[in-house]
């Protein structure tokens, strides 16, 4: 472990930083093929069809209630992805001013390229570790995220 002159540990040894390296890593490898692919797609866009898909018929108030985002920012995400025909938009029948959201067809599939290739990123990261290590960092990534507030 490498330390400066006042005892600390260098970025190199900050775990949480290297946390954040390894998830920056790990999306942007996932996200690679989506841009380079029939569907130029985002990490922003890509979280906004997993929340539709977790949530379908949801409204932009609840996908900007859930991520705490701009909702000038979520509506174009929006727009765009409806541009390109992953979200389908339908009047709310009971308030029309309402617009209920969901996964497409073509989002759908999208989807299941986006989880084939986080399946394929996921096991390249965690080549070499043996099922007890890959529990242990588990059981260690969850003790930290209940430190910090998460389920």
Known sequence: MST???????KDDDVLELVHSVMHRYRSLQYRFLRDGPQDITHMEGKVLFFFERHPQATQSDLAS??????????????????????????????????????SEAGMTVQRELKRQAKQVSVQALAGLSTDEQAQLAALLKRVQANLGEE
Do not use: F, P, Y
Request: hydrophobic share 30%; glycine share 8%.
């Open 4 to 10: 400066n002159t006042t005892g600390r540990r260098g």
């Open 66 to 103: 859930h991520s705490g985002r701009d909702k000038a920012q979520l509506a174009r995400l929006i727009k765009t992805l409806r541009d390109k025909g992953l979200l389908d938009a339908k009047t709310d029948e009971v308030d029309r001013r309402q617009v209920r959201l969901s996964v």
